[in-house]
């Protein structure tokens, strides 16, 4: 009975992928984003899904406020809290954007040198989950340049992007 309904669900699952694929090949962009090693037809979907018409938003900012991605200080009078995700958007999307992530820093190779250098830099290193937020927060910067401006990703412009310390001068 319980291989039945596994069988049976497994059915239903590739039905709605296939439906999934369907409608997502009518959109034009995102061809170019699922050419992005490791992002796939469930991240561009639930992406799109959950943010609607992208044009919509004046900046990639807007869109990591709308996940939840934003930062904010926990702080009163002279304490300074740590500062933290503010989870106040959209939790399907926040989900979305970290499951989709982790399989992107595993094989694409810009996106694990950006994670590496997250958390091994020697100022301010993040944990691993941080540095998975701040991933999520590229990805929708990445996404967001390509469905509006209708660019090709460009892994090399993707790496310039990180500011890394100048080697100190010898005196």
Not at 5 to 17: A, F, H, L, P
Not at 28 to 34: F, G, Q, R, S
Not at 119 to 138: D, G, H, M, V
């Amino acid at each position: 009975m319980l291989l039945e309904d596994y069988e049976c669900k497994s059915n239903q699952y590739n039905e709605v992928m296939e439906l999934i694929e369907e409608l997502c090949s009518e959109i034009p962009e995102v061809k170019e984003l699922l050419e992005i090693k490791g992002v796939g037809l469930a991240t561009v979907s639930g992406f799109l899904a959950e943010v609607g018409d992208i044009r919509r938003f004046k900046s990639p900012k807007q869109i990591q406020k709308l996940a939840g991605l934003a930062l904010r200080e926990n702080s009163s009078g002279k304490h300074k809290g740590q500062t933290r995700i503010s989870k106040r958007g959209r939790g399907g999307l926040r989900a979305t954007l970290f499951q989709g992530v982790m399989p992107l820093v595993s094989r694409n190779a810009e996106f694990r040198e950006i994670h590496r250098y997250y958390t091994t830099r020697s100022e301010n290193p993040l944990r691993k989950k941080q540095s998975l937020i701040a991933i999520s927060c590229k990805l929708i910067r990445v996404f967001y340049a390509i469905l509006t401006k209708g660019i090709k990703y460009d892994g090399t412009k993707l790496m310039s992007d990180i500011k890394r310390p100048s080697e100190p001068l010898a005196a």
